[in-house]
């Protein structure tokens, strides 16, 4: 619901906080089951960002001997993890690079007044033409500017952020299909900045591998795969693992870390000062 995990002035927006709605409790009186949650929160605890978590299981599915590979998400927020070839898990790197279908999503609502919810394969998108004066602009967004270790959310790319973008776009005169054309571009464009800037100074990328709602558009696997070439761009499909469903098993296997008492963050990419046991554990009532 709130992921502040960066410090501010008490008037700038206060301190560092999480917050996760659902009492985990009664889901567990309910299910019966036992229940893992609030993830964020104990990585924060050592000073982390308490994102991103997923770093630690794609380290363990799809790190490779011989290939530099970088993981990618394409969610509301669009996160990579980097992985050397045959690193160590100290030697990964993982941030939130922006926007993905998250800017997105939001303006097509918007275009359509809450009939339809996104640009399904991006076929409206594909109709613009990229502005390229609006897309200039975006990206002086200062998250794009900041060093790794970093995490972002709707707190910064939300609806507002939507919003404004929406009224810059009608202000240019651009059509809603430029508008959509356009961001799309922000979150290729911004994505690759972020991997020319932290990850290629130190080593070439053989292979990106994408999940998420992100790689059923079309449009915006088209400009991911022009800026990042040469590197091979395929899907977690590839490896076995259904490209909707990467973030409910990796929290699967986050949670089982957990229940086994085991360190489940990677400080390098938290920025947090030490392996952190993630999640808070809810027994469901006894028979």
């Not at 036992?34 to 308490?50: N, T, W």
């Given at each position: 619901?709130?992921?502040?995990?960066?410090?501010?002035?008490?008037?700038?927006?206060?301190?560092?906080?999480?917050?996760?709605?659902?009492?985990?409790?009664?889901?567990?009186?309910?299910?019966?089951?036992?229940?893992?949650?609030?993830?964020?929160?104990?990585?924060?605890?050592?000073?982390?960002?308490?994102?991103?978590?997923?770093?630690?299981?794609?380290?363990?599915l799809f790190?490779?001997?011989?290939?530099?590979?970088?993981?990618?998400?394409?969610?509301?927020?669009?996160?990579?993890?980097?992985?050397?070839?045959?690193?160590?898990?100290?030697?990964?790197?993982?941030?939130?690079?922006?926007?993905?279908?998250?800017?997105?999503?939001?303006?097509?609502?918007?275009?359509?007044?809450?009939?339809?919810?996104?640009?399904?394969?991006?076929?409206?998108?594909?109709?613009?033409?990229?502005?390229?004066?609006?897309?200039?602009?975006?990206l002086l967004?200062?998250?794009?500017?900041?060093?790794?270790?970093?995490?972002?959310?709707?707190?910064?790319?939300?609806?507002?952020?939507?919003?404004?973008?929406?009224?810059?776009?009608?202000?240019?005169?651009?059509?809603?299909?430029?508008?959509?054309?356009?961001?799309?571009?922000?979150?290729?464009?911004?994505?690759?900045?972020?991997?020319?800037?932290?990850?290629?100074?130190?080593?070439?990328?053989?292979?990106?591998?994408?999940?998420?709602?992100?790689?059923?558009?079309?449009?915006?696997?088209?400009?991911?795969?022009?800026?990042?070439?040469?590197?091979?761009?395929?899907?977690?499909?590839?490896?076995?693992?259904?490209?909707?469903?990467?973030?409910?098993?990796?929290?699967?296997?986050?949670?089982?870390?957990?229940l086994n008492?085991?360190?489940?963050?990677?400080?390098?990419?938290?920025?947090?000062?030490?392996?952190?046991?993630?999640?808070?554990?809810?027994?469901?009532?006894?028979?």
């Amino acid at each position: 619901v709130w992921h502040q995990p960066a410090l501010y002035a008490v008037g700038e927006g206060g301190g560092r906080g999480t917050l996760q709605l659902g009492e985990a409790s009664i889901i567990a009186a309910r299910t019966g089951c036992v229940v893992i949650s609030d993830f964020r929160a104990a990585d924060m605890a050592l000073g982390g960002q308490g994102a991103p978590l997923v770093p630690f299981v794609d380290y363990a599915l799809f790190s490779h001997p011989s290939e530099n590979r970088i993981v990618l998400n394409l969610g509301g927020i669009a996160n990579l993890t980097y992985l050397p070839a045959g690193a160590t898990i100290e030697k990964v790197i993982a941030f939130d690079t922006g926007p993905a279908n998250m800017i997105l999503d939001a303006l097509f609502a918007r275009m359509t007044a809450g009939q339809e919810t996104f640009d399904s394969d991006g076929a409206l998108a594909a109709q613009g033409v990229v502005s390229t004066s609006l897309l200039h602009r975006l990206l002086l967004h200062p998250y794009f500017q900041k060093a790794p270790p970093k995490s972002t959310g709707r707190e910064e790319f939300g609806e507002a952020f939507a919003e404004r973008i929406l009224l810059m776009g009608v202000d240019a005169g651009l059509s809603h299909s430029d508008i959509l054309a356009t961001v799309t571009a922000l979150t290729a464009t911004s994505l690759g900045d972020a991997i020319q800037k932290w990850i290629l100074p130190l080593s070439d990328i053989d292979t990106v591998i994408m999940g998420g709602g992100g790689t059923h558009n079309s449009l915006l696997v088209k400009m991911l795969t022009q800026r990042l070439s040469p590197a091979r761009l395929t899907t977690h499909a590839e490896f076995g693992l259904p490209d909707d469903a990467k973030e409910a098993v990796a929290f699967a296997f986050l949670a089982r870390e957990t229940l086994n008492g085991l360190a489940s963050n990677v400080p390098s990419a938290t920025g947090a000062k030490g392996g952190a046991i993630l999640g808070k554990i809810s027994l469901p009532p006894c028979a």
